[in-house]
């Protein structure tokens, strides 16, 4: 039998859960290995969260096996775990100290050490500190009992950049101490941090691994125009995939003769080159290739079906 701390930190295998007659997350394989960042991506709705939960042992599985820390996801092992939800887990009509009193009480550890930037919250109510010293205070607390492996859902959302990336420092420090990590983002920034990226799209696991392999031979267009906020209401309204990145407008999964057709109809001058994607466009490729899987009832694709078993 291995060593626990050889277990991967957190295993899916062919999970799948369902409310009613809707399927949230499809027959989706992974692991994430002690020290390792995992983060995982898709739009709203993919069902990231819902997996989070099955894995944390909070929701059961309709089908399929998880496993934390090498077992069942019960409550000794759930001791090892640290999870920061979406909306953080901590009372917000109790104050920050209250909280990790709370929090110590709970696992039978010391109250944690704040640092200077929390200090001066500490008798202050969670629900009157800003955002991104409440994230910091989930973080915090979530860590505090030392776990094994932690689960984040979009630890930085609604933060602004200086923050963001001192929550980048601390999941980086946990991993280099062993613990494997899983999170979600909607940041693509924060994506290329990952040591490995998962991709749902509509519960199922679309495509893994490094940022390379993720995006493939994946092609956007970049459209250069003057008028680019006309450009970007032109290829709208037509249904292409655009993406207003500043005053650059880009095209994800299109024809480059599609698009230049599109803009002199519109009665726009405009460069259209073909370039690799990015992962944000990769995303908007693999949501509307299961858009189109949904509405004509088609299985998926051969390439999401390697995804699944991988
Ligand atoms: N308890 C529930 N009952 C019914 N449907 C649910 C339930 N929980 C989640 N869903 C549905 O499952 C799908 C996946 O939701 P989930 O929250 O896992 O997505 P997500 O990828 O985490 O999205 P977001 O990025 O917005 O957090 C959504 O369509 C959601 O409405």
Request: charged letters at 25%.
């Given at each position: 039998?291995s060593?626990?701390?050889?277990?991967?930190?957190?295993?899916?295998?062919?999970?799948?859960?369902?409310f009613?007659s809707?399927?949230?997350?499809?027959?989706?394989?992974?692991?994430v290995?002690?020290?390792?960042?995992?983060?995982?991506?898709?739009?709203?709705?993919?069902?990231?969260?819902?997996l989070?939960?099955?894995?944390?042992?909070l929701?059961?599985t309709?089908e399929?096996t998880?496993?934390?820390?090498?077992?069942?996801?019960?409550?000794?092992?759930?001791?090892?775990?640290?999870?920061?939800?979406q909306?953080l887990?901590?009372y917000?009509?109790?104050t920050l100290?209250?909280?990790?009193?709370?929090?110590?009480?709970?696992?039978?550890?010391?109250?944690?050490?704040l640092?200077?930037?929390?200090?001066r919250?500490?008798?202050?109510?969670?629900?009157?500190m800003?955002?991104g010293?409440q994230r910091?205070?989930?973080?915090?607390?979530?860590?505090?009992h030392?776990?094994?492996?932690?689960?984040?859902?979009?630890?930085?959302?609604?933060v602004?950049?200086?923050?963001?990336?001192?929550l980048?420092?601390?999941?980086?420090?946990?991993?280099?101490?062993?613990v494997g990590?899983?999170?979600?983002?909607h940041?693509?920034q924060?994506?290329?941090?990952c040591?490995?990226l998962?991709?749902m799209s509509?519960?199922r696991?679309?495509?893994?691994g490094?940022?390379?392999?993720?995006?493939g031979?994946t092609?956007?267009?970049?459209?250069?125009t003057?008028d680019w906020?006309a450009?970007?209401?032109?290829?709208d309204?037509a249904g292409?995939?655009?993406?207003?990145d500043?005053?650059?407008v880009?095209?994800?999964?299109a024809?480059?003769?599609?698009?230049?057709?599109l803009l002199?109809?519109?009665?726009l001058?405009?460069?259209?080159?073909?370039?690799?994607?990015?992962i944000?466009?990769?995303?908007?490729?693999?949501?509307?290739?299961?858009?189109?899987d949904?509405?004509?009832?088609?299985?998926p694709?051969?390439?999401?079906?390697?995804?699944h078993?991988?």
């Amino acid at each position: 039998m291995s060593a626990p701390e050889d277990r991967a930190a957190v295993e899916a295998v062919a999970v799948t859960r369902r409310f009613g007659s809707f399927t949230a997350v499809d027959a989706v394989t992974m692991t994430v290995e002690p020290g390792e960042v995992v983060g995982l991506l898709g739009a709203n709705g993919a069902g990231k969260t819902t997996l989070m939960r099955m894995l944390l042992g909070l929701l059961p599985t309709s089908e399929g096996t998880v496993r934390l820390l090498g077992g069942p996801p019960n409550r000794e092992r759930r001791r090892n775990i640290g999870y920061v939800p979406q909306n953080l887990g901590l009372y917000r009509d109790m104050t920050l100290l209250e909280n990790l009193q709370f929090v110590a009480g709970t696992y039978g550890t010391p109250v944690p050490r704040l640092d200077d930037d929390l200090a001066r919250y500490t008798d202050v109510l969670v629900g009157s500190m800003p955002l991104g010293a409440q994230r910091q205070a989930a973080f915090v607390a979530a860590l505090s009992h030392r776990p094994r492996a932690v689960l984040l859902d979009e630890p930085t959302s609604g933060v602004d950049a200086l923050a963001r990336a001192r929550l980048w420092d601390t999941i980086r420090e946990q991993s280099d101490a062993g613990v494997g990590v899983l999170v979600t983002t909607h940041y693509m920034q924060e994506a290329q941090q990952c040591d490995r990226l998962l991709l749902m799209s509509h519960g199922r696991l679309v495509a893994q691994g490094s940022e390379k392999d993720v995006i493939g031979d994946t092609r956007a267009l970049a459209v250069r125009t003057d008028d680019w906020a006309a450009a970007f209401t032109a290829l709208d309204a037509a249904g292409v995939a655009v993406i207003l990145d500043g005053r650059a407008v880009r095209v994800a999964d299109a024809a480059p003769g599609e698009v230049r057709a599109l803009l002199a109809a519109a009665g726009l001058r405009a460069d259209v080159e073909s370039v690799p994607a990015t992962i944000e466009e990769r995303m908007l490729v693999l949501a509307r290739e299961g858009d189109a899987d949904r509405a004509s009832g088609a299985a998926p694709a051969a390439d999401d079906r390697r995804a699944h078993s991988g």
